[in-house]
């Protein structure tokens, strides 16, 4: 098997259309850059939410959208997903260049890959998430997150996961345990190991993550204080935090969100986010129900973070 790199030139109208193609031949995620939408980055679970605006320059007028297929053979996968994208036409569609080429990349150039797309950036006060391969001159007062997402989900870049760090940094976890349900990469944990808490605990259901983010927190100092546990928040969690942050879907967040209550000391906070703007409501009723009161509501495109307290004893 051999892995091939695929460029589609398309037009905007078609990036759902052409993604149900690449992902029907066999593709794990697309990489969109649509020079009309430089925040739109994150096509594929967080493994590839991470971009650099530079790279958004595009030499001809639509959006170019990559693929990474292992095939024996491309010539007649190429054929088809040339077919099936000017057969968008009858739909309506304006499938603009529908250019698509292929070339061969040898797995290890597959694998670091996205990492071109991965730049250091600032966040929140002082907050400079950098990753592990980039070098960056820090300011005096700034707080370096030093991250290699791998497989996992968080190298920061994403709205949400963003707005999480701002978050955390407003509501100050200095000397405060800090639980992240979700960790994915330990991005969120990182950042409140960096400003001050004292205790983390870091969750995930998948196992990668668990490794990526112990490797992550033990690179950025913080070993010591960290545990990250591989399962289910209150399988693996009998502390309480006064702080709980939970970068998840909506639904998982009503779902974990009798566990979440258990985990956090009276009048804790907690951070979630992974909120599409259309499900918030549903969350802040949930968060209601429970007795929490909410102290804020951020938004960042169509992603929404809420900030809330749980009662008090
Ligand atoms: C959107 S990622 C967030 C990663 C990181 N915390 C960040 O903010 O960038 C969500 C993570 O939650 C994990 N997850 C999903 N359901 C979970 C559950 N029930 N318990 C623990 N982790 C879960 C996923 O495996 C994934 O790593």
Known sequence: MQWYEIKVKTAEMSI???TYILTEAGANGVMILNPNDPDFTNQDEGKWDFYDPQNIKLDFDGVLITAYLDKESIEPVLEDLETKIKGLTAFGLDIGLAEVTASPVNSSDWENEWKKYFKPFRLGRHMVVKPSWESFEL???DI???IDPGNAFGSGTHETTSMCIEQIEK???QGKTVIDVGCGSGILAIAAG???????????IDETA???ARDNLANNGLGEIASVRH????EVVDEQGDLVVANIIAEIILILLGDIEKVLKPEATFICSGIINTKSQMVLDALSD??????????KGEWVAITAQKRGA
């Not at 400003?195 to 605990?201: F, H, K, P, T």
């Not at 399962?231 to 209150?234: A, R, S, T, V």
């Not at 429970?290 to 938004?299: L, S």
């Open 16 to 18: 759902d259309a052409v």
């Open 139 to 141: 300011a005096p007062d």
């Open 144 to 146: 370096l997150i030093e």
């Open 171 to 173: 509501y100050q976890p």
């Open 194 to 204: 960096k400003l001050g808490a004292s205790s983390l605990i870091a969750v995930d």
């Open 210 to 212: 668990v490794y990526t």
């Open 231 to 234: 399962g289910n928040l209150i």
């Open 290 to 299: 429970k007795g929490f009161v909410v102290k804020e509501i951020v938004e």
